[in-house]
Nanobody, 114 residues
Framework: QVQLVESVGGLVQPGGSLRLSCAASGSIFRLYDMAWYRQAPGKRRELVARITSSTSTSYTDSVKGRFTISRDNAKNTVYLQMNNLKSEDTAVYYC????????WGRGTQVIVSS
């Protein structure tokens, strides 16, 4: 199992920014496709953004132009930069390793509210 540890989320005002990070264990992080998912109360978990081992990225429509996923293989870390946050971005955000063990982080709460 790949161990994934997300950074602490937090409370952000609408229009604000927040960067999440996810640190992975192991020596082959560079080979992992990584993703961020989120789950809002009463809703299904949904894919937010994905970055492949070759750094190709994709996003769900609702975050395009506002969120950026990136990775630093030297630090075994994937990031999610979230800008212009909206109340509908409120959710628990999960890091996921997509193509080896299908490992999940424990999640981190992001609340967007004034």
């Amino acid at each position: 199992q790949v161990q994934l540890v997300e950074s602490v989320g937090g409370l952000v005002q609408p229009g604000g920014s927040l960067r999440l990070s996810c640190a992975a264990s192991g020596s082959i992080f560079r080979l992992y496709d990584m993703a961020w998912y989120r789950q809002a109360p009463g809703k299904r978990r949904e894919l937010v953004a994905r970055i492949t081992s070759s750094t190709s990225t994709s996003y769900t429509d609702s975050v395009k132009g506002r969120f950026t996923i990136s990775r630093d293989n030297a630090k075994n870390t994937v990031y999610l930069q979230m800008n212009n946050l909206k109340s509908e971005d409120t959710a628990v955000y999960y890091c996921h390793e997509e193509n080896y063990r299908s490992s999940w982080g424990r999640g981190t709460q992001v609340i967007v509210s004034s």
